[in-house]
């Protein structure tokens, strides 16, 4: 029980921190401006790890290395905690790729998560907000292939739930890969 209590909390603020440094790298892959409360919220959250690295590792192009390797890091800063906590010495020689695992599925329950308040916000606000205008252009890279293919069916855009049922299964393939390098 005590695992598992340790596990979750670590998944939390790991998940969090991770999926903050991965929003700060899309968002300014997407050139989205920071000058919005999304913007505001992963600055706060990221800074203090981002900044020290960015001094050492600079921008390649549009990527903000810097912002990946800080999710890495504590990705692999988690899976080590979690590793030390169960005890599993063997686990060590894998932790690079629980990591890699882990900030993959982070990446994909953001994405999941911002399909979810997308569809949400666009059935239920009248006006467009700021804040809906900053998850409509960071999910439309995503819907933008679906789009392509499923036509409007009277009215309505089925592009958010194909993309999150396509993203589901991607979650349940990581997490058979992930599951299988512990073996």
């Given at each position: 029980?005590?695992?598992?209590?340790?596990?979750?909390?670590?998944?939390v603020v790991g998940g969090?921190?991770?999926?903050?440094?991965?929003?700060?790298?899309?968002?300014?892959?997407?050139?989205?401006?920071?000058?919005?409360?999304?913007?505001?919220?992963?600055?706060?959250?990221?800074?203090?790890?981002?900044?020290?690295?960015?001094?050492?590792?600079?921008?390649?192009?549009?990527?903000?290395?810097?912002?990946?390797?800080?999710?890495?890091?504590?990705?692999?800063?988690?899976?080590?905690?979690?590793?030390?906590?169960?005890?599993?010495?063997?686990?060590?020689?894998?932790?690079?790729?629980?990591?890699?695992?882990?900030?993959?599925?982070?990446?994909?329950?953001?994405?999941?998560?911002?399909?979810?308040?997308?569809?949400?916000?666009?059935?239920?606000?009248?006006?467009?907000?700021?804040?809906?205008d900053v998850?409509?252009?960071?999910?439309?890279?995503?819907?933008?292939?679906?789009?392509?293919?499923?036509?409007?069916?009277?009215?309505?855009?089925?592009?958010?739930?194909?993309?999150?049922?396509?993203?589901?299964?991607?979650?349940?393939?990581?997490?058979?890969?992930?599951?299988?390098?512990?073996?």
């Amino acid at each position: 029980m005590l695992y598992q209590i340790a596990s979750f909390l670590l998944d939390v603020v790991g998940g969090l921190l991770t999926g903050a440094c991965l929003l700060r790298l899309y968002m300014q892959w997407q050139r989205v401006p920071f000058s919005n409360p999304v913007g505001g919220l992963v600055f706060a959250l990221t800074d203090w790890l981002i900044m020290p690295l960015r001094r050492v590792i600079p921008p390649v192009g549009r990527w903000d290395v810097s912002s990946l390797v800080a999710a890495m890091l504590v990705q692999l800063v988690q899976y080590a905690l979690l590793t030390l906590l169960l005890g599993a010495g063997s686990a060590w020689a894998w932790l690079p790729w629980l990591a890699l695992f882990g900030l993959l599925r982070v990446a994909v329950s953001g994405l999941i998560g911002l399909l979810i308040v997308y569809a949400v916000l666009s059935w239920v606000q009248g006006g467009r907000s700021p804040l809906a205008d900053v998850i409509a252009r960071l999910c439309e890279p995503v819907l933008r292939p679906f789009r392509r293919v499923i036509p409007l069916m009277g009215g309505f855009d089925l592009s958010p739930l194909v993309a999150l049922v396509v993203l589901q299964v991607v979650m349940i393939v990581l997490g058979h890969l992930q599951a299988s390098v512990m073996r």
